[in-house]
């Protein structure tokens, strides 16, 4: 089990993009940034983390992690708990983006041409947390040039609605018993889901026809799911829901998504929830968890991928309510555009632990966008110093923060 040690040392473990005033960066991690991440030093996986990486997997043999390669391991998501909860016993009120590149011990290196970046969210069960993956993952492939990309989406549910759904899928199974291969005879009695999970030719015949979860969602598991598609039409992202999207449910528990590249049917992106994972490790509370993981291979546009500078942050955006969350991501693509620097906790809901941060990073100005400022388009400017702030349209923001810029 991962034990939780209560120690205010975060800040070692993770580099804060506020601190100085402006260093140099690879482009993914400045978007990153933009979006809320933070760069985390780099981690080390541990025998430990296999071990308990098998267990929750429910896995008998040493060696039988090896049949399980998922784009999203186990084994990472553990060693990433280890490092970084046991220095934030708090993340429910102050929930961790962090940013981290290919963790030391894994098994798949990346080669010279190729990036790896994983990119989670620790902390809060939102829907705002898989926009903000999806979202963030999107703007780093388009820098990098490719053009048409899409996203397959698709939900197994919480708790009640895997109750369902296994039920349903037992039963279908259990009709369909004798098409299925002998190790997935013996699987139905341990977990119908492993079954659904199976590539064996003989079992994908009767895949087909299977129940699938999403059929099975609960109301707040399906209000969940459906808030992540508003926030992608919102956003005009291509998707479809692609009921073949699965993860073992022992990991996943929600949402899960990945991004292709149309024009080759290349995944460059796999991403789920894994809300149940820290209870299972001994974590005393169960943590909303979401995050992806994303590889491609460098340089496939004209742009050259140098080293730039970023500099901190000189405004703090809050928001508060759906409706403004909905346009948060907007406006922060608008900045990012205008290579206006800006810090913001578009997982943070309420007012008074965004207005701390503000303070706390010292910026001369705050954006602010409330349900009333999101129906009319316009947001509130703020100067943290005089607290004197001016209401103005969306569509005026970058060119009115550039003069008081200065």
Known sequence: MVTIHKKKVLKRKVKSRHRAKSRSVEKSAE???????THAVPFKLKKEDFDIARKVLELKEENELEKHIFSIRPEEKVALFRNFLKDNPSPLSQPLMLYYERIDGGRVRALPNEKRFYLDIIGTTKSIAEAVLIKTALEILKDEGYENLQIE?????????????MRDLSNYYRKNI????????QALK???????????EKCQSQKGNAPHPIDSLSETARKHFGEVLEYLETLKIPYKISTDLLHSRKLCMGTIFSIKDTDTGTTLAVGL???SLSKKIGYKKELGAAGIFVH??????????LKRKFKSAKIYFIQLGFEAKLKSLEIVEILRKEKIP??????????????EVAERLKVPYSIIMGQKEALEGSIIVRDMATRCQETIPIARLAEYLKKIKG
């Open 190 to 200: 341990d977990d119908p889901f492993d079954v659904l999970l199976c590539d064996n």
């Open 342 to 355: 800006l810090a913001q906790g578009l997982v943070k809901d309420k007012l008074a632990p965004q207005l």
């Open 296 to 305: 491609y291979k460098k340089g496939t546009g004209s742009v050259k991928k």
């Open 178 to 185: 004798n098409t299925l291969s002998a190790h997935c005879r």
């Open 31 to 37: 978007i990153a940034y933009y979006y809320g991440f």
């Open 153 to 165: 989406i698709n939900s197994i549910g919480d708790k009640d609605s895997m109750s369902s759904f």
């Open 273 to 275: 929830r894994y809300n």
